[in-house]
């Protein structure tokens, strides 16, 4: 196949990659070893560092498998952003089941179709969500822990965390086959389809991302990234999982309130964050965010829709920082294409394919090649 792209590849990035046959649960594991006191999470008044998180998980896990849980269990969490959310998925991946990911905006009829198209038998949510569990009759059906419940409240996430005193028993996974991730579509061409993403599906798309990162991509205490997207869709999962990949400090924001996004920028001063264009129009306009607010600031991405080369530059120009434009889809984990973060970048555009990824135009209807090389 020809690849022109490579072509516009800068020097340090390959054309192809490797990527370690290693579990979701391994990115934390690896990270807490290199980084455990790092801050892993922080959630409003709540924090945990990587050896805090990690033992939180384990614990977690444990408490799981004692209960009867099994690998390939279908574990739906229906939650905001929170760091609840981070240990329930890890937790999940530690014993080889599969998240299932769950929209908490769901009306009860939507929430019933991906309970039983995923055949869920474990769900985390917030207390108020099991009025839609009793309405679509599953209250039964469903093993339901309480995310935000206290310690004396026996199905409160704390409670099970609690319980777990022995280490979680040893998992043997083949992370290329055992699904880790059912991530169901937008439903625009009907009703959604869950996506089985494999462990390897997850791991290869951070280590395209990272090698075609270079030059903006940092490490450790120095990354520092605001979670605005919701971690129930790819993107922002992808975004938490990154972050965890780098070692660094993940900011949780339950839901996008702009002057709550403006607060966190200035006390938690991130490198990095993820958006749509409707959030960087947001923050342009916000009459109260300066551009020395945003110094902290050393790259961007943006996804889910086409972002204007004026709101581009005009970020750019406020922050000094780099926005990445990037095309991606649920199908394929998150990330295709990208624009160079160094060499030639193209405003406007969704970029060339990232390494080890191949790409060609075809037509929507016959699917015949109808592109030539060079034309835009």
Same mark, same amino acid.
């Given at each position: 196949? #020809?690849?022109?792209?490579?072509?516009?590849?800068?020097?340090?990035?390959?054309?192809?990659?490797?990527?370690?046959?290693?579990?979701?649960?391994?990115?934390?594991?690896?990270?807490?070893?290199?980084?455990?006191?790092?801050?892993?999470?922080?959630?409003? *008044?709540?924090?945990?560092?990587?050896?805090?998180?990690?033992?939180? $998980?384990?614990?977690?896990?444990?408490?799981?498998?004692?209960?009867?849980?099994?690998?390939?269990?279908?574990?739906?969490?229906?939650?905001?952003?929170?760091?609840?959310?981070?240990?329930?998925?890890?937790? $999940?991946?530690?014993?080889?089941?599969?998240?299932?990911?769950?929209?908490?905006?769901?009306?009860?009829?939507?929430?019933?179709?991906?309970?039983?198209?995923?055949?869920?038998?474990?769900?985390?949510?917030?207390?108020?969500?099991?009025? @839609?569990?009793?309405?679509?009759?599953?209250?039964?059906?469903? =093993?339901?822990?309480?995310?935000?419940?206290?310690?004396?409240?026996?199905?409160?996430?704390?409670?099970?965390?609690? @319980?777990?005193?022995?280490?979680?028993?040893?998992?043997?996974?083949?992370? @290329?086959?055992?699904?880790?991730?059912?991530?169901?579509?937008?439903?625009?061409?009907?009703?959604?389809?869950?996506?089985?993403?494999?462990?390897?599906? $997850? %791991? !290869?798309?951070?280590?395209?991302? @990272?090698?075609?990162?270079?030059?903006?991509?940092?490490?450790?205490?120095?990354?520092?990234?605001?979670?605005?997207?919701?971690?129930?869709?790819?993107?922002?999962?992808?975004?938490?999982?990154?972050?965890?990949?780098?070692?660094? =400090?993940?900011?949780?924001?339950?839901?996008?309130?702009?002057?709550?996004?403006?607060?966190?920028?200035? #006390?938690?001063?991130?490198? !990095?964050?993820?958006? !749509?264009?409707?959030?960087?129009?947001?923050?342009?306009?916000?009459?109260?965010?300066? *551009?020395?607010?945003?110094?902290?600031?050393?790259?961007?991405?943006?996804? !889910?829709?086409?972002?204007?080369?004026?709101?581009?530059?005009?970020?750019?120009?406020?922050?000094?920082?780099?926005?990445?434009?990037?095309?991606?889809? =649920?199908?394929?984990?998150?990330?295709? =294409?990208?624009?160079?973060?160094?060499?030639?970048?193209?405003?406007?555009?969704?970029? %060339?394919?990232?390494?080890?990824?191949?790409?060609?135009?075809?037509?929507?209807?016959?699917?015949?090649?109808?592109?030539?090389?060079?034309?835009?």
């Amino acid at each position: 196949m #020809n690849k022109p792209w490579l072509f516009s590849y800068p020097e340090q990035v390959p054309y192809e990659i490797s990527p370690p046959a290693d579990s979701i649960y391994d990115l934390l594991s690896d990270t807490t070893k290199l980084y455990p006191e790092n801050v892993a999470v922080i959630d409003n *008044q709540k924090e945990m560092t990587y050896s805090e998180l990690k033992n939180a $998980v384990d614990r977690f896990a444990s408490a799981l498998a004692g209960t009867g849980f099994q690998k390939g269990d279908r574990f739906a969490i229906m939650l905001p952003n929170c760091l609840e959310y981070i240990v329930s998925f890890f937790a $999940v991946q530690r014993l080889g089941g599969t998240v299932v990911q769950v929209n908490p905006l769901y009306t009860p009829r939507e929430l019933q179709y991906i309970l039983e198209d995923s055949e869920t038998n474990w769900l985390v949510c917030n207390r108020f969500q099991i009025q @839609k569990i009793e309405q679509i009759g599953y209250k039964d059906k469903l =093993t339901s822990i309480i995310a935000e419940g206290k310690l004396v409240e026996s199905d409160s996430l704390q409670a099970w965390i609690e @319980k777990g005193k022995n280490p979680p028993p040893a998992i043997d996974m083949d992370v @290329k086959e055992d699904i880790a991730i059912l991530q169901y579509t937008g439903g625009t061409t009907g009703r959604p389809k869950g996506v089985m993403i494999t462990h390897y599906n $997850v %791991i !290869s798309n951070l280590y395209q991302n @990272k090698e075609s990162s270079v030059g903006v991509a940092s490490e450790g205490s120095w990354h520092r990234n605001i979670g605005i997207a919701p971690m129930f869709h790819a993107m922002g999962l992808t975004g938490m999982m990154t972050n965890i990949f780098r070692g660094g =400090t993940f900011y949780t924001i339950s839901k996008f309130d702009l002057n709550v996004v403006v607060e966190a920028i200035r #006390n938690f001063q991130p490198t !990095s964050f993820s958006g !749509s264009p409707t959030m960087f129009i947001a923050l342009l306009n916000h009459p109260n965010l300066s *551009q020395d607010d945003l110094k902290s600031i050393k790259a961007c991405s943006s996804g !889910s829709a086409p972002l204007s080369v004026e709101v581009m530059k005009s970020f750019e120009d406020k922050t000094g920082a780099p926005i990445i434009e990037a095309y991606g889809l =649920t199908e394929a984990t998150t990330m295709v =294409t990208k624009n160079p973060s160094q060499g030639v970048r193209k405003p406007g555009s969704i970029g %060339i394919p990232v390494p080890s990824t191949d790409c060609r135009i075809v037509d929507c209807y016959w699917y015949n090649r109808i592109a030539c090389w060079g034309n835009r």
